[in-house]
T-cell receptor, first 111, second 114 residues
C-alpha cells in the first residue's frame, strides 16, 4: 500500500481563500516532499521538509511536519485559479531509498 | 539534456504485444525511478535504480514488467504481452543522489492497450 495518504481527496474553494491539505504516513522517514501535478502529466517539486524540521515556508506555501503523529500539512495562502492541480506528498522511509507517493488531493480554485 | 525526457509520449498497442518505454534522465543524475499512474489515481512505485547498486524492483506488478538502465544513464521499461489493465501513464524521474534530494519528473508516456 502507499506510504502517504492525503486528505481530503478533493477540495474546492474560492479564489483568495487558503487551502489546507494533509498527509499521513506509516513509517519513520528521512524527509517528506510535496509535489504538484497538472493535467495528469509530470509532477513538479514544491517543497521538502526534513524529519528534524517542524515548519517550512516557500512563497505562499507553508508545510508543517509532526513526526510524532506521522503527519504533514500543506497550506496554500491566498489561492489563485492557477493553483488548481493535484497535490501529492512523498516520503522516503529510513533504510529504503525509494520515494513513495500518496494518492493525492485534487484542488480546485473557483474564480 | 535540460530535463527528464521520455518517449514515446503516447503509445497505443494491441493486447498481447510488447512495448518499450524510454527514459533519458538529467545528465549526471545517479538515481532513476519509474512510476505508474492510472487515471485519477496516485503514483504507483515500480522500480528504482541508484548508481551501480542492484535496482529495487519491489514495485513491479508482474514478471511481464522489466526495466534496465544501460551505462548508468538511459533506462528502458519493457512490458511484455500487454494487458488492458496496463493502460496508464508511465512516469520516469531522476535525482542527483538518493535520499533527501528533489526528484525531477518527465512528462510521462501514456500507454493505451486496446
Amino acid at each position: 500500500s502507499q506510504q502517504g495518504e492525503e486528505d481530503p481527496q478533493a477540495l474546492s474553494i474560492q479564489e483568495g481563500e487558503n487551502a489546507t491539505m494533509n498527509c499521513s504516513y506509516k513509517t519513520s522517514i528521512n524527509n517528506l516532499q510535496w509535489y504538484r501535478q497538472n493535467s495528469g502529466r509530470g509532477l513538479v517539486h514544491l517543497i521538502l521538509i526534513r524529519s528534524n524540521e517542524r515548519e517550512k515556508h516557500s512563497g505562499r506555501l507553508r508545510v508543517t511536519l509532526d513526526t510524532s503523529k506521522k503527519s504533514s500539512s500543506l497550506l496554500i495562502t491566498a489561492s489563485r485559479a492557477a493553483d488548481t492541480a493535484s497535490y501529492f506528498c512523498a516520503t522516503d522511509e529510513k533504510g529504503a531509498q525509494k520515494l513513495v507517493f500518496g494518492q493525492g488531493t485534487r484542488l480546485t480554485i473557483n474564480p | 539534456g535540460a530535463g527528464v525526457s521520455q518517449s514515446p509520449s503516447n503509445k497505443v498497442t494491441e493486447k498481447g504485444k510488447d512495448v518499450e518505454l524510454r527514459c533519458d534522465p538529467i545528465s549526471g543524475h545517479t538515481a532513476l525511478y519509474w512510476y505508474r499512474q492510472s487515471l485519477g489515481q496516485g503514483l504507483e512505485f515500480l522500480i528504482y535504480f541508484q548508481g551501480n547498486s542492484a535496482p529495487d524492483k519491489s514495485g513491479l506488478p508482474s514478471d511481464r514488467f522489466s526495466a534496465e538502465r544501460t551505462g548508468g544513464s538511459v533506462s528502458t521499461l519493457t512490458i511484455q504481452r500487454t494487458q488492458q489493465e496496463d493502460s496508464a501513464v508511465y512516469l520516469c524521474a531522476s535525482s542527483a543522489d538518493s535520499s533527501g534530494n528533489t526528484i525531477y519528473f518527465g512528462e510521462g508516456s501514456w500507454l493505451t492497450v486496446v
